[in-house]
């Protein structure tokens, strides 16, 4: 695999290692992947496996529970927990998976089943750590100081029964005004988040977000404002634009290839696609809770 994360390139070839042992990984194996990936935050793993089961009991190894929040993906190898990507040629600009809600995936998994035949629809991938530190006092002023706020329709399962629009509770701080709206079977809501946080493992702020990707993309965000009511001048979002830009990294997808990533780290995205292109056949995993993160010794100095 081509690309700028050549140090956290792994070659573990599971197939071969349950062969070998009936065991996915070595706990050395298992303790370097999670090294690597709590430090830099994003792990690229060549050849891992040509079988979707073995893959599915790795990422297993590391997931508590899965995010099924994007339903119009279509299920893939008859497992829920494994995805396609969004569909069409557009290109998607960086966003950090589902950021813009409570149920953010910790971990988003991108793995390889067939590469493109064109040389297009690479994998975009930005580091909000390195996006943050580069960005000019005036812009990290503007966003430590307030919020971001969405509005949001989330849909639930149509089978509930009942009429009308009543108060409803969900336990999430940053939740404001939620309602269970039977009539379009949805829960409404609006969600005050910022968009710079302390990243997971390591004791600095990351800039990983879901502001500008347009909304829509997304049919779950019905309006998206700072919480002060202030538009982002203009200047800001160019200063973001240009800087997320000249860190962007990009993957060139190889067969069996497996992507990591620390969703509250990094911002992922894609560009475009060729017309001609039929081959591209890339599947994701989000897992919403790590088996990792809660575990004592996380930070890294
Ligand atoms: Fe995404």
Redesign the pocket.
């Known amino acids: 695999m081509k690309n700028k994360f050549a140090t956290d390139k792994i070659k573990i070839n599971i197939d071969y290692n349950l062969k070998k042992s009936s065991k996915i990984l070595s706990q050395k194996e298992h303790e370097d992947i999670l090294k690597k990936f709590k430090k830099n935050g994003v792990v690229i793993f060549s050849n891992i496996s040509s079988k979707i089961q073995n893959l599915s009991k790795f990422v297993d190894l590391f997931s508590q529970a899965y995010s099924h929040d994007a339903q119009r993906r279509k299920i893939r190898f008859n497992n829920r927990n494994i995805r396609n990507?969004?569909v069409g040629y557009n290109k998607?600009l960086l966003?950090s998976?589902t950021s813009f809600s409570p149920s953010r995936p910790e971990i988003?998994w991108f793995y390889c089943v067939k590469p493109p035949k064109t040389n297009s629809g690479k994998t975009i991938l930005c580091d909000g750590v390195d996006l943050w530190n580069s960005l000019s006092t005036h812009t990290k002023t503007f966003f430590l100081g307030d919020p971001v706020c969405y509005s949001l329709k989330i849909p639930i399962n149509n089978k509930i029964k009942g009429k009308g629009k009543r108060p409803w509770f969900l336990n999430n701080p940053g939740v404001k005004n939620c309602y269970l709206n039977l009539d379009d079977k949805s829960i409404e809501f609006k969600y005050v988040k910022f968009a710079v946080e302390e990243a997971n493992y390591i004791n600095k702020l990351c800039f990983s977000n879901h502001l500008f990707v347009p909304l829509s993309s997304e049919p779950q965000i019905m309006s998206r404002k700072m919480y002060n009511g202030k538009i982002i001048p203009k200047k800001i979002e160019d200063e973001i634009h240009e800087k997320a830009n000249k860190l962007t990294k990009r993957i060139t997808w190889v067969k069996n290839d497996l992507v990591m990533i620390d969703n509250i780290r990094f911002m992922?995205?894609r560009e475009n696609i060729n017309k001609n292109e039929k081959e591209r056949d890339i599947i994701t995993m989000q897992t919403s809770k790590s088996k990792f993160r809660s575990e004592p010794n996380n930070k890294f100095s």
């Open positions: 990507v969004d998607i966003h998976e988003i992922h995205g």
